[in-house]
């Protein structure tokens, strides 16, 4: 059977060799969505301030609830977790361990001598130490002495950046104006000239425990020393980092990399399969329609259908497997591509390192082959159950109709598109976008089984102003279309899909990230926002206070918080955006509506929700709710106040004073402020100056956390988009031109009766005109419904935001490709005698 199969490739390699590049590219898909999956469960950053430590505890940032009978559920917190300092006497007593080290951390910016502030390596940021937990890296002394009270001791690459050496006076902010500190030396990693995207300051270990905040706490533990039994032996809440994942203990973008990676590429396989298999199904059910006489003779001369299928089968594996494993090496390369990509955007850390094993690669082999075998079975379904008279007469022309199934499936994917895009109505904040991409693809993969009976009712409407024509080239083309509903399905469908899902995902994204911003704004009525690029000291606002002719300043303190409803059965934890104000500073700089309560009672022990968290939660104003800060520590507010549904605040409001200890930086992302003069912008540009990295901005420049976080994730889908949609574009060229090539005999009859072969280009030119405006009347239509109900969601408006030229892009080039692929092989033809 494989020798007759091999036969069947080598004498129809068109065809073959079409099913061949759809299968090769989607395999390079699927290896790289699987190479960053794994990734994302093993791989990580590479230790810098703990590599010489064997083994690194850490705290536990997962959040987990058990269910009865059911699987425990939980998040991870987005907060660097301290452990007890009294832990690193209880490690140094375990059997095996020789050494302890309580590491302490925290920003420290150092302020050049023109009073500007020096970026960590890389463009990195400046972390201060205790000089006791120098031995983690390790740093060595290069010149001067270890550091006293008020002495520091800088790493030399920073140093050399400053022009400071040992002796010299070097002023660092910490969560205050910037002090003035002797540097009494200088030290430099052994082994390395730097640390990467990161530099090191020194303190005396008394002197580093007070800057941190947490006296009484460490941010990790370096364990040097076999000691086989340490897990067992350590409290809960302990967790034990070694090799590559000591990298996350030090740093949470490692942890933050790999969350990322899981949801994005499992996310991105998920649209690249169903597009896979889809394109594929497409190119093989046009290879096999083109062998309908071929199959049918087969059948006639007594061939059985499990003999013909077979012979499918053992052509589509060759095919299917050959593709799959030569698209394994460059999908390992296109993983890479894309890591540097998401790197580049911010999303994942920039020394983040892949995890490339063998089940990415046998799970990409095992898809492709199972894939096209599924695809190319069920489009010869219909052929092997034929009776062998009927299969040669039907084999003659096109079906005349579908198959039950396919109209049934169709359809009803068609109805499912349409209530996916309906319930964006009903979904508040960004998930709301999930369905309308979703409702979008469904959409087209129902019109794709519908093809036929929709494109044969869009040719007849067509075709009746081509057949009004006197000229013979747009009769043919009327007559051709209208006959080869099938074919014309098979060259209208993938264009359908390029339109479609490049403007839902494009015009999707573009307006969540507009509705963030402008609820953000709308909600800020302060005159003022002072921002810094590593964060402001909270301080700050209490500063501003002091600046006449200001009526109010707010921190604004940004992190995530979880809450925890253990009687719900479904989802006990929810993850949400939390910002820290000053209660008593909302008046004229923080607009948001409470609904029900006051915004005003929000102190101590309290807590304001959104509309849409305190009915996810079940809460009402009174009830307490139980919540975990960034650092794990649990607390249960009472909620004071319900507040309208804002994108760019989040949904959760706590009082600055409460959050702020709980984050990892102890510092506000801004600083709101309200004035009553213009001549306020002198007293807060002179209070900039004390402030190094301070920048007084007006309220149109307001970024909120949310707005980074939407920009980055807007370049993310743009990046996901270009690749799929390079697959997708890939994948029309190639099946219009092998559906166009398959026309060489009727091409040949035509010449044979007297056409010219400027009569049967211009036939050419008049189908390709018919294909791509179908193809764009439809692909525009499909995006309509889904994007309106979101914008109406999101924004108020039935028109999505987003520049209208990327729109006149997508269809540019998609009109484009559709020509070229169909005019470009029927100039070929044309050439023969």
């Known amino acids: 059977m494989f020798s007759f199969a091999w036969q069947t490739i080598r004498a129809r390699k068109g065809g073959f060799t079409a099913a061949f590049l759809a299968l090769f590219g989607g395999a390079v898909l699927l290896t790289a969505c ?18 010489a430590a064997p083994v690194v505890l850490g705290g536990d940032r997962a959040i987990t609830v058990a269910r009865p009978e059911k699987t425990d559920l939980s998040e991870d ?5 301290p452990l007890p300092a009294a832990l690193v006497e209880q490690v140094r007593r375990i059997p095996g361990v020789e050494r302890a080290i309580g590491e302490v951390s925290f920003p420290a910016t150092v302020v050049g001598k023109d009073n500007r502030v020096l970026p960590g390596a890389d463009q990195g940021r400046t972390l201060g130490h205790g000089w006791g937990s120098a031995p983690l890296t390790p740093f060595a002394l290069a010149s001067g002495t270890a550091p006293r009270s008020g002495e520091v001791v800088l790493d030399a690459e920073l140093a050399q950046r400053a022009g400071i050496s040992a002796g010299d006076q070097v002023r660092i902010m910490v969560d205050s104006a910037p002090r003035a500190y002797r540097v009494s030396g200088i030290a430099a990693p052994a082994g390395r000239d730097r640390l990467v995207r990161q530099s090191a300051v020194f303190f005396h270990d008394d002197t580093a425990r007070a800057l941190s905040g947490r006296p009484d706490q460490v941010s990790a533990i370096g364990v040097f020393g076999p000691a086989p039994d340490l897990a067992k032996q350590l409290p809960p809440g302990v967790i034990v980092h070694s090799g590559l994942d000591r990298g996350e203990a030090e740093n949470l973008d490692g942890a933050r990399s790999r969350f990322v990676l899981m949801m994005v590429s499992g996310s991105f396989a998920g649209f690249v399969l169903m597009i896979v298999v889809f394109v594929t199904a497409s190119t093989l059910a046009l290879v096999l329609n083109q062998r309908r006489r071929e199959l049918a003779l087969l059948r006639a001369i007594a061939a059985t259908p499990k003999q013909v299928r077979g012979l499918i089968a053992a052509e589509t594996l ?8 030569l698209g394994l090496a460059p999908g390992v390369f296109a993983a890479q591509w894309l890591l540097g990509m998401f790197a580049s955007i911010g999303v994942v850390a920039e020394d983040f390192t892949l995890s490339i094993g063998p089940v990415p690669l046998l799970a990409t082999v095992l898809l492709c082959v199972g894939a096209a075998q599924l695809a190319s079975l069920t489009a010869a379904r219909r052929m092997l159950k034929l009776k062998p008279t009927a299969a040669l007469g039907e084999a003659a022309v096109e079906p005349a109709a579908l198959g039950r199934g396919r109209l049934v499936t169709g ?7 349409l209530a996916g895009a309906c319930s964006t109505l009903f979904i508040p904040g960004p998930v709301a976008q999930v369905p309308a991409s979703m409702s979008a693809l469904l959409a087209i993969i129902g019109l794709g089984l519908l093809g036929p009976v929709l494109t044969s009712a869009a040719t007849r409407i067509a075709a009746g102003l081509f057949l009004c024509s006197p000229r013979a080239d747009r009769y043919l083309a009327a007559h051709n279309s209208t006959a080869n509903s099938r074919r014309l399905a098979a060259a209208v469908t993938p264009l359908v899909l390029t339109i479609g899902f490049a403007v839902t995902h494009f015009y999707s994204g573009t307006t969540l990230a507009e509705a963030t911003q402008h609820q953000a704004r709308a909600a800020t009525t302060a005159d003022y926002v002072l921002t810094a690029p590593q964060g402001v000291p909270a301080e700050v606002a209490a500063a501003a206070r002091r600046v006449p002719g200001v009526t109010a300043a707010t921190p604004l303190v940004g992190t995530e918080v979880i809450a925890v409803d253990k009687d719900a059965s479904e989802e006990p934890l929810s993850r949400s955006k939390a910002y820290g104000v000053d209660p008593a500073q909302l008046s004229g700089t923080l607009g948001l509506k409470a609904v029900r309560g006051a915004l005003t ?10 509309e849409s968290e305190s009915s996810w939660l079940g809460k009402a104003v009174g009830d307490p709710v139980e919540l975990y800060l960034g650092d794990r520590t649990r607390v249960t ?8 549904d804002n994108l760019g605040y989040g949904d959760v409001l706590l009082p600055q004073d409460v959050l702020l200890p709980h984050t990892t930086d102890r510092l506000a992302d801004s600083i709101l402020v309200a004035a009553k003069d213009p001549s306020v912008h002198n007293g807060l540009s002179e209070l900039a100056a004390t402030y190094p990295g301070l920048q007084v901005q007006d309220r149109a420049q307001l970024t909120v956390a949310t707005d980074a976080q939407q920009a980055a994730n807007l370049w993310l889908n743009r990046v996901l988009l270009g690749v799929i949609l390079l697959y997708v574009a890939l994948s029309v060229v190639n099946s ?7 026309r060489a005999g009727e091409v040949g009859l035509l010449r044979l009766l007297g056409g010219t072969r400027r009569q049967v280009r211009r036939m050419f030119r008049a189908e390709s005109a018919l294909v791509v405006s179908i193809a764009v009347l439809i692909g525009s239509a499909v995006p309509v419904l889904p994007l309106t109900l979101l914008s109406l969601n999101l924004t108020g408006s039935p028109i999505p935001a987003g520049p209208p030229l990327v729109y006149v892009g997508i269809l540019a080039v998609t009109v484009l490709i559709g020509l070229c692929s169909i005019r470009l092989p029927a100039r070929g033809l044309t050439r023969r005698a």
């Open 637 to 644: 507010p009472k909620v004071v106040a319900i507040f309208a």
């Open 77 to 81: 917190l987005t907060e660097q977790v």
């Open 736 to 742: 219009l031109v092998t559906s166009t090539l398959d």
């Open 601 to 610: 009672e929000l102190r101590g022990d309290s807590v304001a929700l959104s």
């Open 318 to 325: 060759l095919v299917s497997g050959f593709a799959a494993l």
């Open 411 to 417: 359809w009803a994917l068609l109805g499912v598109a």
């Open 34 to 51: 699987g190479v960053l999956l794994q990734s994302g469960l093993f791989g990580g950053v590479p230790a810098q301030r703990y590599a």
